[in-house]
């Protein structure tokens, strides 16, 4: 069985072990989000409207499932729409991941997977199997995206096909991700730039982004998106699958979506910065997206206090760049150089 | 606390302040009885209590202005748990309210351009941009906003509230207590409640500490009686909507509501929604509605437009349009018989999970077409709230089962509730104008 996975974070290994493949929704790219406007206001992010628009026009032919996590407020509208009306023949499922970090949270988290478990249960009428097997395979596959993310300057792709194979993580089963992307942790000669930039914001797209970086000269060297880097959930410890699972989620690295503060997040980002040498941040944001906007200008100056340049690019995930947003990018990476 | 600044407190506020409130009051009380008539040619005159509002209200901001230095003050988000705060004596000011605020004395959009220009998109919502900016520029309309001790945010209105908060909290630089009520897609399940609970637990030990004093538990079953009272006599309120003609109009509960929503928990409180009801009874047995002359009846969705309340009352009661109920000011009386104030924070974990921002779109779409039935109304209009996601987002499947389902039209309107720039007179105007032909008014 199939899940479309709308953003942004889920216990993948649980939806595994019911036998069900989750196939992320990002956008995506290219979707005509018109057919959205009989559900959705113009003013919801493209992420939302492009998911929405995408399955309605057809997309959930190839899905058994529509599960749409609570990410933020547009989520939470689309997921209740779906789960209120009459709008996709195929059954939603919700999920919330608390907003707080604590031993009550981490609690909270295993009581929702368990509740998850048992809608999964009804919608494939079988049990979960092997999800401590399931969840260990997940963990491996987040292991070696993070070295992935770590070791950018050794992978000689372009930064295209460097998420290409990076977001791969967002549909192949974890084993299989981690055939495809092991051997690259091996390869040594990767692109060497005088402009190292951090990507951060919602998703590395449009992928003409990645594109006029690397026409500038600019490579990404270190991942902040919450499609990416945002989402690289560590090892658990208990040996009680839920709990485990429950831990890594609790565990993943500071998102405003999970309540994470402007210091938390600027932390982390110097931190990525100075492991990566990244001398520059671009924020790709999804319009109209609150978590992200919010933070922008106390994360920018905190940014610039540490000596990085900074650059907002507003993006709408389902329309290719527009010119003006290349030109602001260019004239950052001119400043760099 | 300095004795210096409770010394301020005590002057300004309780023996100053309540005499000149007490005096303008009085003053406007005489005013409306003395006036021969009210010239109004589609309204009948406001409630003999407004006066009282008023002096509520700026009795409230003028506490505020003298809190620092006496009292310890809270920012609180407009659904966080009060109860513990009030019975420790911590002061609450509502950012939201003080953002409705500068939105009906048009100041809010010169705020919004304020946080703006420092950063904070257009688009976000513009409660949080009016806050930021008058925090920024140092301006409001009430005088002066005391220095949050504490920020309280809890996230059964929405997210948004979440990251505003945190934004105040590295500009003040003070404690962040987050109470985060899962959403509610269905039913609450138990994990969600005892979740709730066990963080309402935890956020009174820090407030202790910042009040300087224990809880009682006496005092906060006082106080939880008090609330209870207070949402049941506004739960009246809003209910004598039904009446024909209804008494009272939406836009009078959109400005009645402050108690309800900064003053839960006092006896004062209680005492004027007591005498509220008590002149909308009269009211009605006179058969006197809010209309000179009601033809039709209305039902609104979401937050009012601030900066056109007045505009919005005058363009529908020109038409005999009473806006009769709406699903904003209910959200404060329709959780009255959940509090139980011999179970104070078991029922504050259920109460404040249970505001209908923080249940699904189908249990929204239920509780309109119970009110739909209940007020006995002709239309909807749902106001399509740019810069509030929560609110709006399903609306537009709703509209369709308002219309499929239970009968009524119901038309969009596109606002904001706080920014005037997302609001076009003429559009709002031509499409009123050609609802209520349909309505044939
Ligand atoms: S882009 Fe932002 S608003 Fe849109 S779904 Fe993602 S987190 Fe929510
Ligand atoms: S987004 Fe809506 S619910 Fe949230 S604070 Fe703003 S107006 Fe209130």
Known sequence: MIAAALPILYPRELLRSFGVLPVELWGPPGTKTAIADRWLQAYTCSIIRGGLAFLAGGGQDHADIILVPHGCDSLQGLGSVLLDFPVLSKPALSFYHPRTRSRASVDYLEAEIESLAEELQKITGREATDALEATIREEEADSVLAKLLAGRLQVALSCRDYYRLVRCREYLPAEQFTALARPWLSSESGPSSAMPVLLSGVVPEPSGLLDALNEAGAVVVADDTIACGRRLTPEGRDQSAYRRMAERMASAPPCPTRGASVEERSRHLLDLAKRSGAKAVVFAVVKFCEPELFQLPLLKTALERAGLRTTILEVDVTEPLPQQLKTRMEALLETMS | ?441
């Open chain 2, 1 to 441: 606390m300095s004795a210096a600044g409770r010394l301020r407190y005590l002057f300004g506020v309780h023996i100053a302040g309540r005499a000149a409130l007490r005096f303008e009051r009085l003053r406007s009380e005489h005013k409306m009885r003395s006036r021969e008539s009210w010239r109004h040619r589609h309204l009948e005159r406001p409630l003999d209590v407004s006066p009282r509002l008023k002096e509520l209200i700026s009795r409230h901001y003028l506490t505020g202005r003298y809190a620092n230095g006496a009292r310890k003050v809270a920012w609180v988000t407009s659904g966080a748990p009060i109860e513990v705060l009030t019975a420790l004596n911590i002061f609450p000011i509502y950012p939201e309210n003080h953002g409705a605020v500068c939105g009906i004395r048009r100041t809010a959009e010169e705020y919004c351009k304020h946080a703006e220009a420092a950063g904070y998109s257009r688009d976000l919502c513009s409660y949080a941009r009016t806050d930021i900016g008058s925090i920024l520029s140092g301006k409001t309309p009430v005088g002066r906003l005391p220095r949050p001790d504490v920020l309280i945010c809890c996230t059964n209105i929405c997210q948004t509230v979440l990251y505003w908060y945190q934004v105040l909290a590295h500009h003040f630089g003070v404690p962040l207590v987050i109470i985060d009520t899962p959403f509610l897609y269905r039913e609450a399940p138990s994990h969600a409640v005892a979740f709730v609970k066990n963080q309402i637990e935890d956020s009174i030990p820090v407030l202790e500490r910042i009040a300087g004093r224990s809880l009682s538990h006496g005092r906060l079953r006082d106080v939880t009686r008090m609330s209870r009272d207070a949402c049941e006599l506004w739960l009246r309120i809003v209910e004598s909507g039904r009446m024909k003609p209804s008494p009272i109009t939406a836009f009078d509960q959109f400005i009645h509501l402050a108690p309800i929503v900064e003053m839960r928990g006092h006896r004062y409180t209680v005492d004027y929604y007591a005498s509220m009801l008590r002149e909308l009874n009269t009211r009605v047995g006179r058969g006197m509605g809010a209309l000179k002359d009601e033809r039709k009846r209305l039902l609104w969705d979401n937050l009012p437009i601030w900066f056109r309340v007045r505009w919005l009352g005058d363009l529908l009661a020109e038409r005999g349009v009473s806006l009769v109920a709406s699903t904003y000011t209910n959200a404060w009386a329709e959780l009255a018989d959940m509090i139980d104030p011999e179970r104070p924070l078991d029922s504050c974990a259920s109460v404040y999970l249970h505001p209908i921002l923080n249940r699904g779109t189908g249990h929204k779409l239920e509780t309109m077409k119970r009110m739909i039935d209940y007020y006995e109304v002709d239309g909807v209009l749902l106001h399509s709230d740019r810069s509030c996601k929560p609110y709006s987002i399903g609306q537009l499947p709703q509209r369709e089962s308002l219309s499929s389902e239970a009968g009524v039209p119901a038309l969009l309107i596109e606002a904001d509730h706080n920014d005037p720039r997302s609001f076009s007179e003429e559009q709002v105007r031509n499409r009123l104008d050609a609802f209520l032909e349909v309505l044939g008014v």
